[in-house]
Every structure is written in C-alpha cells, then in structure tokens.
C-alpha cells in the first residue's frame, strides 16, 4: 500500500504539465480565477476543450473507440489533479461528461456519429432540461410533454435552472411521453436544437450577480422522433445512468485544495492584512484543509478498487454531500479572510472583462460572489437533504 | 499508487478479526474490568503466538518488519473488541521507543522479548503542567557518579503497573548545571524510589500516576547516547496517534451498527425508528463520519514514515478529524437509543467512553488542529 506514482505514472504527469505550459494561455488562467460561477464562458472553456481535443484528451471518460484517451484510473486522476493546480478552464460538463455516455451508453448509430464528434471538438455546446419549476427535487414529477406527431415529437412546457442554455444550441432533456401509473416510466430523453421555433430563454441573474441559469420556454417545439435516445419511456434509466456514469472517478479534491490555496495566498498577503495571523482563521484553514486530506484519501481509496477491478461500493455516494460542504467551507472562509473588503459589489461579468482598475484588489474581486453562488452547492444535482436520503436508502438499506 | 491491502495484510486482518470476535464479548470485558490487572496474560501470550506483537519489529530483532498499516489493521480489530491488552504501550510506543533511540546493545536486549510476549513496558511522559506539549518535560536526571538519579512526576502512564520497565523522560543534569537535553531511561518495575499509583481507565484497561525520587539506575539505564530525544519521542507518538486513529475506527463502526440495527428494531408510534427522515439523516451523517474517520486513519498510517512534517500533519490532522467525527458518532449512538443509551446495561456505553478516551488521549481536537496550522507547509495535491 502506497500513495506514491509509478515512473510511468510520474512520466504522464510531466507530459500533462508541459500540455498545459504549452496550452494554458495567461489570458485563460486569468478568467478562470476571476469566474465566480461553476463554468467558465465558452469563448474560455471551448478554447481549452479544442486545445484538449487536439492532443486527444478530450474526453478522459470515454472508450477509445469514440475517441477516449483509454487512460487508468490513476491517469485520470493525475490529469484532474494537475489541472486543478494549474488553474486550467472549467469547462462546461454537460457534452462531455453528461449527454455524450448516454449517446454512447444508449444512442443510434447515426446519434454517435453526428454528435460525438461535435462534443469532444467543442463545436456544439450542450446544456441540461431537467429540473422544472414544479419539479425539483421531485424529478419524476416533471411535466414538459412531447406529444407524438408523425416523424416529430411536439414540446410543450418548461425548463428551469437550465446552466448556459443562453449559450448552448442544444439541450438534452427528459419530457414526459407518457401518463403512466409509476411517473418514472412515461419519461423519455431527448435532444433538442436549441434554435428550433418556439424556445424562448429567460435569464436568471443568481445572487451573486452572474447570469449562469436560465429559464427555457416550449412552445410547440418540434423535434424529430429520431431525436430521442434510446426506447420511448426509458428516459429516467438514462438520466439516473447519466448521473452515476461520473461515479467513483469524481476527483474533486485537487480542485478545492486549489480553492483553499487561493484563500490562504490571501491570508497571506499584506492586501488582507495578513488574516493568517489571526489563530481562529489559521486554525479554520487547517480544519478545512483536513477535510480535503480526508477526501482525497476516500477518491483514493475509490480509484484503488477500480484500478484492481473492485467495487468501490457505496463509499462514491458519499461523496457529493462532503465536497458541496467543504466548498461552502472554502468560500465562507474567504469572505472572512478579505475582511472590509466583502462590502465592495462589482456588477460587471464577466469580471476578466473589467476596463477600470476595480477599488479593490483584482484578486479579491471573485471571492464574495464565489460565496453567495457557492449556497448552490448543496442544492443543484440533488440537495443535500436528497443525498442523505439516497445514502439512508442505498448505503444503509433503511 | 495502491490502496488496496495485499494479500498478507488481507490475512491478518481476517485472523485478527476472527480472534477478536470469538474472544472479546461484554462479558469478558466486565471480568477485565474488575481485574487488578485489567487485561488478560494468556491473551497477550495468544498475541504473541500470532505474531501480532513482532509486528513493527525489525527482523533482526526477532520481529516481521510490517508497517504501520498493518498496525493499523490490528488496532482497528481491537477497537471493535474494546481490547486493553497493552499493545499501544508495550509495542507501537515502546519498541517504538527503543527501536528509535536504543543502543544496538539494548535493542537486542529488548526487541525480541517484545516480540515472544516475554517484556511488557510503559512510557511515562506526560506531567501534570505539560497538558499535551511533548517538550515540556519537568523530571530531572542528574548525572551521578555510578549512574543516573531521577525525580519528577509523571501522569497518565499507560499500563505502568503491567511493565516489566517503564521508559521515563527527564532533562539531563549534571554538577555544572542542566544540558537542557530530554532523554530517555528505562526504569526496571519495582526499582526503589518510585511510587505506582494505578487506576482503572475509562474505556477499558489501567493507567497510572508514577513519582520518581531519588531514584538510583545504572549508567546503562540511558536509553541511546543521551541526545535530545524529542525528535524520537515526537515520531513515536504520530506512530500512536495513527494506531488510536484506526482504534478509534473499529469503535465507531461497532457504534453506528449497533445503533442502525436499534432504529430499524426499536418500534415507536407504531413503526421503526428508522422510518423517520429526521432520523435517517442522523444515520446519513453517521455513516459519513465514519467513512471519513476511515480516510484520515489510513491517511495517517501510509504517511507515518514520512518526513516529520507531513508526518506531524498527517497524526495531528487525524487525531484532530477523528476525535470530532467520533465525539459526533458516540453521542449520536447514545442519543439514538434513548434512555436505553444512558445505562450500563447496554454496550454502547462501554465504546462511548473508550472513544472519550481516545480523544483525550495525547491531546484532543483543539491541541491538535493547533499543531497541524503551527507545523506549517500546506500541502498539494497527493502524491
């Protein structure tokens, strides 16, 4: 047992960090630690998914016949880790760790080719039609409908929480194709273009101050049949697949680590008048920084399994309710730590656009938004009061 | 980069938790209890037939060479079996001990008497003013013409009274004044000029509180070659505080069984406890922190021969999260069983206070989230 790489492994590593000397531009990094929001905007995430794309990295996830890297557990986290202590963009999930394993899980041949192929080169931009406004934690109830009309499906309804569908041209989504006794079995997945007649986008301003979700409109939407995925009513086996694809190779520890570095290089310097020096914030950092330590341990432990052909077991469902915690803890830290400062409001996104030299600190500027859209966390992908319903259900067989 | 354990450690787990189950109920823990020696000497010699007190031993000494994961994998047994055999004390710490600052001449005196069951010790370390500063060290050690002479008081020894020798701390002293220097001595049970107060510790097995005056030792009684021993004393005792780490995982897992199955058992307004959501959350987070406990226990163990800082940060960082997430896990299993949790009938209440113990143990949460933001250096991503 040991937590140390392999020559190969730490030959990979060198190769993943001359990538991103080469490719991470200063314009980039730049952006990515002034967004505030979960992903960064397209014209920064695409361009780092094409410069991914083109040294063929650009779906770690997925089998090297549709283009995959076929990296190990351990490379992938490697890559993950280095790209956290870089800085690189965060880009945009939905294509390629969301929509694009249904496609392959459960998609037509013609579905694969087409849209494959425009994931990984950043070419089309996904977003996600899930949540309603009177489905959110309870899914299943969801109501957009597509009505069956010759070759095409007709949508009506509505979208909510939709992240970047005022940047997407598509959306994959569950609508309901079927009133059946258990509402689980009249869903079906579905993907639409987004400049179809009849979809209108409203924006959702969060409170802190970003236009991240939207809500989306349908109108009498027409989609071909040959847009669904998979069987007509099979949509929340596909949508729950979706979800568990990402399971056991989450690596999210390296990325708060990177997050907590930010606020303690701030404690740091003479702009907050050195936090640090306060034993409470010292104290809190180590605190936190501890849980990080537990978790990448439990991520370890979990690629451990799958590298030697193991369940991981019900440990990955764990998860997601630490790691939401934990950046709560990160972002209600640096509100502390940037003191006087937390009272200065910058409308302005995105904030690498600023022209005027802000009244305070540039570096500063993310922190209190980073906070305030930071409550999400423990609220979309199922909130938190969810999760412990599934790990009471799943994990502990109640 | 591997986690998983090898096909030895995969064995040793299995026998010790074998023997574990088969031979710890509440029943031999209420005998334990009331014995003046609070631990059983045929056990300790079964421990020995199994191996499992040559262990971290080096080879040439008569013992197995393992680590600390393997140690890690004893102690969580004996968490679940709430055992107060002596191992903490006799060999992570004090082979621990020997093996660090010892003379070759007295590792080969001792080790492997260690190893076959036959030499038990003590470390008496703590003093009163101390509280968990492992450099604030009071007994003295005057050199002497024909050999050493201690005084001082110690606390918290842990199973003094069962030690063929207790290693002491002192400051080394001569006629021209003290050299500051904390070194080690081993103090042979019954030497005169010490006094051996015992007392049942909570939780299981004995401590004591040890005086020193005017105790005479020979010249050979100095452990090593007298230099500053701190260094020593510091790795040994990360070495403990994973081995407590992974103790205190085996008792919060016990814990959160037994009180998952009473809320599925226990009936209230006409249906199981655990079908209430305020409950099931409860269990949720329970769950959770013993997960974590387990990460961090691990974390400490594969990062105990690290350098002394990452190694000081990876103990102190799990005492710390584990004493939290245990404190969390006992008091929630109490409160789960209700008044029930409360008596002495069930028991929950002896794991409940073994984890108090533990927390208190080398200091708790607070002293050690202290350490990890004083040692400095925050870490980067793994490996």
Known sequence: ?398 | MDLSLSDEQRLLRESVDRFIAETYDADHRRRSAGDPLGFSPAIWKQFADLGWLALPIAEEYGGLGAGSVETGIVMEAFGRGLVSEPYLSTVVIGAGLIAACGSEAQKQAMLPKIADGSLRLAFAHSERAARFDLSKVEAAAMKVADGWRLDGRKTAVLDGHAAGQIIVSARVASDEGTTGKLSLFLVPAGTPGITLRDYARLGGGRACNLDLANVSLAADALLGDGDDALPQIEAVVDHALAALGSEAVGIMQVMFDMTLEYTKVRQQFGRPLSANQVIRHRLADMAMHCDEARSIALRAAVMADAEPVARGRAASGAKAKIGKSARFVAEQSVQLHGAMGVTEELDIGSYFKRLLAFDTLFGGSAHHYRRHAALGGRTTPHA
């Open chain 1, 1 to 398: 047992m040991d937590l140390t790489f392999s020559p190969q492994e730490r030959a990979f590593e060198q190769e993943v960090r001359d990538f991103i000397a080469q490719n991470l531009t200063s314009e980039m990094k730049r952006a990515t630690a002034l967004t505030p929001s979960v992903f960064s905007d397209p014209d920064i995430g695409m361009a780092w998914q094409r410069a991914l794309h083109e040294k063929g990295w650009g779906a770690p996830g997925w089998p090297v016949d549709q283009g995959g890297p076929d990296w190990t557990a351990a490379q992938r986290w490697i890559f993950e880790a280095e790209c956290a202590r870089a800085g690189t963009p965060n880009v945009n999930v939905m294509g390629v760790k969301m929509v694009g394993p249904v496609i392959i899980g459960f998609g037509s041949p013609e579905q694969k080719n087409f849209y494959l192929p425009r994931i990984l080169s950043g070419e089309d931009y996904w977003c996600q039609g899930y949540s309603e406004p009177g489905s959110g934690s309870d899914l299943a109830s969801l109501k957009t409908r597509a009505v069956r009309d010759g070759d095409d499906y007709v949508i009506n309804g509505t979208k909510i929480w939709t992240t970047h569908a005022h940047h997407a041209n598509r959306m994959f989504a569950l609508v309901r194709t079927n009133d059946t006794e258990r509402k689980q079995d009249g869903i079906s997945f579905i993907l639409i273009d987004m400049k179809s007649p009849g979809i209108t986008t409203r924006p959702i301003l969060t409170i802190g101050g970003d236009h991240e979700v939207n809500q989306v409109f349908f109108d009498d939407v027409r989609v071909p049949v040959a847009n669904r995925v998979g069987e007509e009513g099979k949509g929340w086996t596909y949508g729950k697949y979706l979800l568990e694809f990402e399971r056991g190779s989450g690596i999210a520890s390296a990325k708060l680590r990177d997050a907590l570095k930010t606020v303690s290089d701030l404690a740091e310097s003479d702009a907050t008048g050195r936090a640090i020096d306060d034993p409470d914030i010292g104290l809190r950092m180590s605190e936190i920084e501890v849980d990080i330590d537990t978790l990448e341990m439990t991520e370890l432990r979990v690629l451990s399994a799958l590298q030697t052909g193991q369940n991981p077991g019900a440990v990955s469902s764990l998860l997601k309710l630490r790691v939401s915690e934990i950046r709560q803890a990160v972002t209600r830290l640096g509100v502390e730590v940037i003191g006087n400062d937390g009272l200065y409001v910058e409308p302005l996104r995105p904030l690498y656009r600023l022209n005027e030299t802000p009244g305070i600190p540039e570096e500063i500027l993310p922190v209190v938004p980073e906070y305030l859209n930071g409550r999400a966390y423990t609220i979309f992908g199922g909130s938190s009061e969810i999760q412990r319903d599934i790990v009471a259900k799943m994990v502990l067989g109640l």
